[in-house]
C-alpha cells in the first residue's frame, strides 16, 4: 500500500470536530485580537501620548517617553501572547532574567548608551533643532533616540554620536542662548594711531544692521604683536544671523581700512640659504631723500 494511501486513511479517520474545540477557537481569537487590534492601537496611543508630552515637555522627553510606552506595551502584548499559548510565564521571567543578565554583560555599551541617555534627558543640555558640537563635529540635532543622537552638519552629512560619548566627554551648544557674540583677531601696523583704529571699529559696529546695539562691541587692544597692534573686535548679534554678520562685517572691516589708510600688516620671513649666498641688501631711504 502506497504511503499517499495511507495517510489519506489516517486523515480520514481523525475527527477534526474533536480537536477544534470552543476553547481553542477562543484562544486563537484573542491571539489573533492582540496582534492585530492590539499591536495598531498601541501604535496610536503610543503617538498619543508622544504628542500629548510635547505640550508639556521638551521633544526629547516626549520622545523618550513615547519609545519606552511602545517598548512596554511590546513586552506585554508578547507576555499574553505567551501565556495564551500555554507557556508558564513564571519559567519565561526566570529564562528571561537568566538571559538579561548574560546579555548586560555582552552590550555594557549599549546600556551605557542607554543609561547616559536617561541622563540627558535630565540634564536637558540640548534639543532637537539646536546647533551643537561635540568632538570635531558641527552641526544640528534632528533625532535623539535612546543610543544615540543624530546630527546633520552644516554641509548636509549624517553623523551619529553615541550617547555615552556625549555625556563623558564635552558637548558645546552653539544656539542654547538668543544672542551670541563674534570675536575677530586683527592687527595693525606700529605706526598705526590706537585711538583712532578703535574708533573706526566702533563705527563699523555702529552701521552695520546685523550687529546688537546692546551689549555693546568689544574693543580691546590686547598686546604688542611680533609685527602688528593686535585688537579684539567682538561684536553681538542674533544667532541667525552669524553668516550674515561674518560675511558683512570682515569686508567691512577690509574696505574700512582702506579707505583711512590703515595697513594691516602681515609676517614676513627671509630666507638665507647658507654662507654661499649672500645676504639681501638692506637700504634705509629717508623721507626727503626719496622725495627727490
Same mark, same amino acid.
Given at each position: 500500500?502506497?504511503?499517499?494511501?495511507?495517510?489519506?486513511?489516517?486523515?480520514?479517520?481523525?475527527?477534526?470536530? &474533536?480537536?477544534?474545540?470552543?476553547?481553542?477557537?477562543?484562544?486563537?481569537?484573542?491571539?489573533?485580537?492582540?496582534?492585530?487590534?492590539?499591536?495598531?492601537?498601541?501604535?496610536?496611543?503610543?503617538?498619543?501620548?508622544?504628542?500629548?508630552?510635547?505640550? @508639556?515637555?521638551?521633544?526629547?522627553?516626549?520622545?523618550?517617553?513615547?519609545?519606552?510606552?511602545?517598548?512596554?506595551?511590546?513586552?506585554?502584548?508578547?507576555?499574553?501572547?505567551?501565556?495564551?499559548?500555554?507557556?508558564?510565564?513564571?519559567?519565561?521571567?526566570?529564562?528571561?532574567?537568566?538571559?538579561?543578565?548574560?546579555?548586560?554583560?555582552?552590550?555594557?555599551?549599549?546600556?551605557?548608551?542607554?543609561?547616559?541617555?536617561?541622563?540627558?534627558?535630565?540634564?536637558?543640555?540640548?534639543?532637537?533643532?539646536?546647533?551643537?558640537?561635540?568632538?570635531?563635529?558641527?552641526?544640528?540635532?534632528?533625532?535623539?533616540?535612546?543610543?544615540?543622537?543624530?546630527? @546633520?552638519?552644516?554641509?548636509?552629512?549624517?553623523?551619529?554620536?553615541?550617547?555615552?560619548?556625549?555625556?563623558?566627554?564635552?558637548?558645546?551648544?552653539?544656539?542654547?542662548?538668543?544672542?551670541?557674540?563674534?570675536?575677530?583677531?586683527?592687527?595693525?601696523?606700529?605706526?598705526?594711531?590706537?585711538?583712532?583704529?578703535?574708533?573706526?571699529?566702533?563705527?563699523? &559696529?555702529?552701521?552695520?544692521?546685523?550687529?546688537?546695539?546692546?551689549?555693546?562691541?568689544?574693543?580691546?587692544?590686547?598686546?604688542?604683536?611680533?609685527?602688528?597692534?593686535?585688537?579684539?573686535?567682538?561684536?553681538?548679534?542674533?544667532? &541667525?544671523?552669524?553668516?550674515?554678520?561674518?560675511?558683512?562685517?570682515?569686508?567691512?572691516?577690509?574696505?574700512?581700512?582702506? !579707505?583711512?589708510?590703515?595697513?594691516?600688516?602681515?609676517?614676513? @620671513?627671509?630666507?638665507? !640659504?647658507? !654662507?654661499?649666498?649672500?645676504?639681501?641688501?638692506?637700504?634705509?631711504?629717508?623721507?626727503?631723500? &626719496?622725495?627727490?
Amino acid at each position: 500500500m502506497s504511503g499517499s494511501i495511507i495517510m489519506g486513511i489516517l486523515f480520514s479517520s481523525i475527527d477534526l470536530g &474533536a480537536l477544534i474545540t470552543e476553547e481553542h477557537l477562543a484562544r486563537l481569537f484573542r491571539l489573533l485580537f492582540l496582534v492585530l487590534v492590539g499591536l495598531p492601537l498601541l501604535y496610536v496611543v503610543t503617538r498619543l501620548a508622544t504628542r500629548f508630552a510635547g505640550k @508639556r515637555l521638551s521633544v526629547h522627553s516626549s520622545f523618550l517617553i513615547g519609545k519606552g510606552l511602545f517598548y512596554f506595551g511590546v513586552v506585554m502584548i508578547a507576555l499574553m501572547v505567551l501565556s495564551d499559548l500555554g507557556f508558564k510565564l513564571t519559567a519565561v521571567l526566570g529564562a528571561a532574567g537568566i538571559a538579561g543578565v548574560a546579555i548586560g554583560f555582552a552590550s555594557q555599551t549599549s546600556l551605557s548608551n542607554i543609561i547616559s541617555g536617561i541622563f540627558l534627558v535630565w540634564e536637558k543640555p540640548f534639543g532637537v533643532g539646536d546647533a551643537i558640537k561635540v568632538g570635531e563635529h558641527v552641526g544640528a540635532v534632528f533625532s535623539i533616540d535612546l543610543m544615540s543622537v543624530k546630527l @546633520r552638519t552644516f554641509d548636509n552629512r549624517f553623523v551619529r554620536i553615541p550617547n555615552e560619548q556625549i555625556v563623558k566627554g564635552q558637548m558645546i551648544n552653539i544656539t542654547r542662548f538668543p544672542i551670541r557674540r563674534l570675536d575677530i583677531q586683527l592687527g595693525v601696523a606700529y605706526k598705526e594711531d590706537i585711538g583712532k583704529v578703535m574708533e573706526i571699529l566702533h563705527e563699523i &559696529a555702529d552701521r552695520n544692521p546685523h550687529c546688537l546695539d546692546e551689549p555693546e562691541p568689544v574693543i580691546i587692544f590686547q598686546e604688542f604683536g611680533n609685527s602688528s597692534l593686535d585688537f579684539l573686535f567682538g561684536v553681538w548679534f542674533a544667532k &541667525a544671523d552669524l553668516l550674515l554678520l561674518r560675511n558683512s562685517i570682515m569686508r567691512e572691516i577690509k574696505e574700512r581700512f582702506d !579707505a583711512e589708510g590703515i595697513e594691516i600688516p602681515f609676517p614676513h @620671513r627671509t630666507l638665507y !640659504a647658507g !654662507a654661499a649666498t649672500a645676504p639681501f641688501p638692506v637700504k634705509i631711504v629717508d623721507d626727503e631723500t &626719496a622725495g627727490k
